[in-house]
């Protein structure tokens, strides 16, 4: 077997080894989270403005609670770095175009989320949940919310 042949094969088997070690260490995290009504998400605005987010998709932790949503994006991405928390008033849950990350979408939204709209009394959000989270995320946020 040449040389080049090995390397490939190590790079693959590397690869899905990391791959499947970061699904678990994610689906851990996601766990402990949701234990103390938090998970981590993706927010964007879509129409209208909301103090603290923009049009582009911002990943933060969010603390769940019925009507709410405590956002605290992250800076870049990266979970230690925190930008100022955003507090989002939930008047109503649009689950009707609910849908996966399309296009290019998914270079900044992990393609394994669901995405609905959140309309707050001054903007329309898009809020991206990882799909095994997305029906307990709804569950915690629309208590009081009709």
């Given at each position: 077997?040449?040389?080049?042949?090995?390397?490939?094969?190590?790079?693959?088997?590397?690869?899905?080894?990391a791959a499947g070690i970061g699904v678990i260490l994610q689906r851990r995290r996601a766990r402990r989270l949701q234990r103390v009504d938090r998970l981590e998400c993706r927010v964007r605005v879509v129409t209208g403005t909301h103090d603290g987010l923009s049009e582009k998709w911002w990943a933060g932790e969010a603390m769940l609670s019925p009507g709410r949503v405590h956002f605290v994006p992250f800076v870049g991405a990266v979970r230690f770095l925190r930008r100022k928390?955003?507090?989002?008033?939930?008047?109503?849950?649009?689950?009707?175009?609910?849908?996966?990350?399309?296009?290019?979408?998914v270079l900044s939204v992990d393609p394994g989320t669901e995405v609905v709209r959140l309309v707050t009394p001054?903007?329309?959000?898009?809020?991206a949940v990882l799909e095994r989270q997305m029906n307990w995320a709804l569950d915690r946020v629309s208590l009081t919310v009709g």
């Open positions: 077997m040449s040389d080049i042949i090995r390397i490939l094969i190590v790079a693959v088997v590397s690869g899905g080894t928390a955003v507090e989002i008033v939930v008047d109503q849950i649009d689950v009707s175009e609910r849908r996966s990350p399309t296009g290019r979408e001054t903007a329309t959000l898009e809020w």
